[in-house]
């Protein structure tokens, strides 16, 4: 069950700070190349719909990840990935 303190924490705006900014910028890049992918190889259909939506979801979901949760370590958008 969710204390009180769960739901003000994820009811409540949390301001971008540190490395936040970066971090929504590579999800939603990310996201937008695979949507690219998806739409160039699938047809159009009810799981091509499906697909974006869950990606969709995917994207705000992660974003909340960011959000609620300050990282362990410090975040460089240059760094190499993986």
């Given at each position: 069950?969710?204390?009180?303190k ?12 540190g ?7 590579l ?30 979801e ?13 990282p ?11």
């Amino acid at each position: 069950m969710a204390t009180p303190k769960d739901l003000e924490d994820w009811f409540t705006y949390h301001t971008e700070s540190g490395s936040q900014p970066a971090r929504y910028v590579l999800i939603r890049e990310g996201a937008k190349q695979l949507a690219g992918i998806i739409n160039t190889c699938c047809q159009e259909s009810a799981d091509k719909s499906a697909a974006f939506r869950k990606l969709r979801e995917c994207v705000m979901t992660a974003n909340a990840a960011i959000a609620l949760e300050q990282p362990l370590m410090p975040f460089h958008a240059d760094a190499p990935r993986r």
